[in-house]
């Protein structure tokens, strides 16, 4: 696998970490919630990701992804801890996002590996 190929698939495992880290810290009432490392990785790297076209896709949808992620951060800031648990769950604008984000990077992978 080439390194690119690898880094593509780590921001898949770095993405389901921090919705994991993100559920539980509302269900457990913390109101610290840490950026989104993915956003990080795509920004920091735009120079050499820049020139595919999945890197562009990626990106408009995870700026949806952090619209509805804060969204949820200021449900559960709000103490709305409930709904914000609720607007993560399977169905949710936020899930349904997440899930065209991977589903796009997983696309890409699968690209950047028959190169």
Known sequence: ???LANQIYM?????TTWK???????????????ECPLGKWLTE????????VHY???FTIYNKFLE??????????SGQQKEALAAMEYGSCFES??????QG???WREEVQHQ
């Open 20 to 34: 994991k880290q993100l559920y539980n810290r509302i269900q457990s009432g913390q109101n610290h919630f840490d």
């Open 11 to 15: 921001s898949i495992v770095t993405l």
């Open 45 to 52: 790297n735009a120079g050499k990701l820049g020139a595919s």
């Open 1 to 3: 696998m080439s390194e």
């Open 68 to 77: 509805e992620t804060e969204k949820i951060i200021q449900l559960a800031e």
């Open 97 to 102: 996002v997440a899930q065209e984000l991977v």
């Open 105 to 107: 990077i997983i696309a």
């Open 56 to 58: 562009e896709k990626t």
